[in-house]
């Protein structure tokens, strides 16, 4: 009696886990091709354009705005270290999630501090993790800088909004 229940059991179990196997192997082949269409190039547009917005924020000595843009990066950059993307056999997400947090972190202690000479450290060495990954990656020839320009091509005033409440 206590054999044939036993045997019930472990043949129960046995198709059960054959079930949960399935499900994940399809699980992961759905994964696998989530991070195949995975918009690397443009959520690294974004990132650019974001931390082109978050310069000219600090410029014009808006930290709320800047704080804004730089909670943007850090959401694009997380969002691509959860993707499981890889590129050109680089380990992009991971990659992303390594260097670039520690980067970010610093501009946000520089922005909530409101001290431009700590900003501007930190943003120079965001840039330089930019570009550390982009050699890292074999893109190399996709260098980002410090903005130079005036801010003036956005159709965007980065001041303080003087009717703010
Ligand atoms: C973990 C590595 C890594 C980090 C960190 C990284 N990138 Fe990239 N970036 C890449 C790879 C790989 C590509 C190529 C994507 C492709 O082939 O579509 C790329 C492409 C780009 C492009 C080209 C897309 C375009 O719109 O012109 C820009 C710009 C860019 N990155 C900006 C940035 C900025 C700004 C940062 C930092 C805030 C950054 N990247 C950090 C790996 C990285």
């Given at each position: ?11 129960l ?5 054959g ?76 990659m ?5 947090p ?42 980002i ?9 956005w ?11």
């Amino acid at each position: 009696m206590k054999t044939s229940i036993l045997i019930v059991l472990l043949v129960l179990s046995i198709s059960a886990s054959g079930v949960l196997w399935r499900r994940v192997t399809a699980l992961e082949k759905q994964l696998a091709a989530q991070s195949a269409d995975y918009p690397l190039g443009e959520m690294m547009g974004y990132m650019q354009r974001y931390a082109d917005k978050l310069w000219y924020a600090e410029e014009a000595g808006n930290w709320e705005l800047a704080e804004f843009y730089r909670g943007e990066i850090a959401e694009i950059a997380e969002g691509i270290s959860q993707a499981h993307v890889t590129k050109d056999g680089a380990e992009v997400s991971k990659m992303i999630g390594e260097m670039l947090p520690p980067a970010i972190e610093e501009v946000t202690k520089a922005v909530a501090a409101r001290d431009s000479g700590q900003f501007r450290r930190s943003y120079q060495s965001m840039v330089t993790t930019c570009n550390g990954c982009h050699e890292a990656t074999k893109h190399d020839f996709i260098r980002i800088s410090i903005p130079a320009g005036s801010p003036l091509h956005w159709n965007q005033a980065f001041s303080v909004n003087p009717t703010s409440k």
